[in-house]
């Protein structure tokens, strides 16, 4: 009943930005955390940024500096604002929400940055 859907993905060249939105939709009372994983080819899937309802945040130490995430709580939207892209971030990035103890995936948006 509850659905993550991933938009904002693209091919761009690096050094330039993205941004990515998940928007939840369903049946939602509140969504403790969300994040943004991602998973490149012949990788495993990997956490890059995470917020809590409160607005606490925590990156992979490649996304600091060059990646925010952030979060609007009355649209049940998570972003991830990406600069300075490398082509080392080329993956399927994921959106993750816990929802009332329950763990939601979206299906991926791709983003591909060529040199």
């Known amino acids: 009943q509850v659905q993550l859907v991933e938009s904002g993905g693209g091919l761009v060249q690096a050094g330039e930005s993205l941004r990515l939105s998940c928007a939840a939709s369903g049946s939602i009372f509140s969504i403790n955390v969300m994040g943004w994983y991602r998973q490149a080819p012949g990788k495993q899937r990997e956490l890059v940024a995470s917020i809590t309802r409160g607005g606490s945040t925590d990156y992979r130490d490649s996304a600091k500096s060059r990646f925010t995430i952030s979060r609007d709580n009355a649209k049940n939207t998570v972003y991830l604002q990406m600069n300075s892209l490398k082509p080392e971030d080329t993956a399927v990035y994921y959106c993750?929400?816990?929802?009332?103890?329950?763990?939601?995936w979206g299906k991926g948006t791709r983003v591909t940055v060529s040199s």
């Open positions: 993750n929400a816990w929802i009332y103890n329950m763990n939601y």
